[in-house]
C-alpha cells in the first residue's frame, strides 16, 4: 500500500459483545487505511459478526495464544506506512486518526496514544475515568514512556524488526515492553488527551480488582527484562505486600505491629486522598480513594504472586 496508509489491527478474543461498534468506529476514520481482526480463538459469536463486513475487515483465525500473539499475527500482515492498534473493547471518536497521524509528525516520534472514558456511568467508572483514564489529565500533550495499546498509533519505520513478547500470555505487561524497548532505541511516544476513545473497562468492583491482580502478576516479568528502568517505585511496590504480611503475622506476637499495618494501608488510602483533591474528585473523594486503594491492594498481591511464581524478584 502506498504512504499514508494506516493499518489498524484488532486483536479480539470473546469479543461479540464489542467489536461491531469498534470496527464501525475506524472504518469511519477518513483516512487510507486497512482493516486487520485476529481471533484469537473466540468461543462466542465473533466470527459471525464478522461475516458482515466481507472485503472491508481482513479476518483471520488463530488458535488462543494471548493479546501479545494477535497482534504480532496483525503486524506481520500489515501493509500500511502506519500501524495502529485498537482493542475490540474500544471505540475511536471521529477524527482520531487525523490527529495521532499529526502528531506522528515531528522526527523522533514513533507512537501516538490517548486516555480511555468509560461510555456507562457507574460509581466504579467514574472513579477509573478520573484517574486511571485520563478524565481529568491536563489539556497538554505530553511524552512518555509507555502508552497503552488498547489505543496507539505508530510509525511502521519505527517499529520494524520488533514483536511483542508473546511469553506475557494474558493482557499485562506486553504493551510497555515493547515501548520500552522502543524507548531504548532512542525513540519517544507522545500521549495526548485529544486522542482519547471510548474504552469499556470493568464496570464492577470485582471485575477491577480481578484485572488489576492479573496486571499484578506479570510486573516483575516486566522489570526482570527491564531491570535498568528499576527506580524507588519499582522497590516500594514489590516490598509493600511482603511488609504488611509481615506486620500481620507479627500483630500475633506484638499487637504493635497490628497498628503499623493499618498504618501501612492507611498511608495508600491518604495517598489516593490527595490524588482525589489535585484532580478536583468533589463528593467522589472517599469512593475515589477506596476504590483505587483496593486496586492498587489487588495488583499488589498479583506482583507478591508473580513474584513467588518466577521464583524471587531477579
Known amino acids: 500500500m502506498s504512504d499514508g496508509t494506516v493499518s489498524f489491527i484488532i486483536p479480539a478474543y470473546n469479543a461479540a459483545g464489542n467489536i461491531g461498534m469498534c470496527i464501525d468506529s475506524v472504518l469511519a476514520q477518513r483516512i487510507r487505511k486497512e482493516v486487520i481482526v485476529v481471533d484469537d480463538g473466540s468461543t462466542d459469536g465473533t466470527a459471525g459478526i464478522m461475516k458482515k463486513y466481507g472485503k472491508r475487515v481482513r479476518y483471520v483465525r488463530q488458535e488462543n495464544s494471548g493479546p501479545a500473539s494477535a497482534r504480532n499475527r496483525g503486524l506481520r500482515m500489515s501493509k500500511g506506512s502506519y500501524v495502529a492498534f485498537v482493542d475490540s473493547d474500544v471505540v475511536l471518536p471521529p477524527g482520531w486518526a487525523r490527529e495521532a497521524l499529526r502528531l506522528l509528525g515531528p522526527k523522533g516520534i514513533a507512537g501516538a496514544g490517548g486516555p480511555g472514558r468509560s461510555p456507562d456511568r457507574s460509581m466504579v467508572s467514574r472513579a477509573l475515568d478520573g484517574l486511571l483514564m485520563g478524565e481529568t489529565c491536563p489539556s497538554e500533550d505530553r511524552l512518555i514512556g509507555s502508552v497503552a495499546t488498547m489505543d496507539i498509533m505508530y510509525k511502521k519505520g519505527a517499529i520494524k524488526g520488533m514483536s511483542f513478547d508473546e511469553s506475557f500470555r494474558s493482557a499485562s505487561g506486553e504493551d510497555p515492553d515493547f515501548n520500552f524497548r522502543l524507548m531504548k532505541k532512542g525513540y519517544k511516544l507522545v500521549y495526548s488527551p ?38 524507588p517505585g519499582y522497590y516500594a511496590r514489590v516490598s509493600y505486600m511482603p511488609l504488611l504480611i509481615a506486620f500481620i503475622l507479627l500483630s500475633f506476637v506484638n499487637a504493635a505491629f497490628a497498628l503499623l499495618a493499618l498504618a501501612q494501608v492507611l498511608l495508600l488510602f491518604m495517598l489516593y486522598v490527595k490524588k482525589g483533591i489535585e484532580i478536583r474528585a468533589g463528593l467522589m473523594i472517599i469512593p ?24 524471587g524478584g531477579s
Open 194 to 231: 485529544r486522542l482519547w476513545v471510548h474504552h469499556r473497562h470493568p464496570m464492577t468492583l470485582a471485575g477491577v480488582l480481578r484485572k488489576w491482580y492479573n496486571y499484578g502478576k506479570h510486573y516483575n516479568q516486566l522489570y526482570s527484562k527491564h531491570k535498568d528502568l528499576r527506580g
Open 288 to 311: 475515589f480513594s477506596a476504590i483505587h486503594t483496593l486496586k492498587q491492594l489487588a495488583q499488589l498481591t498479583g506482583t507478591l504472586m508473580g513474584m513467588k511464581k518466577r521464583g
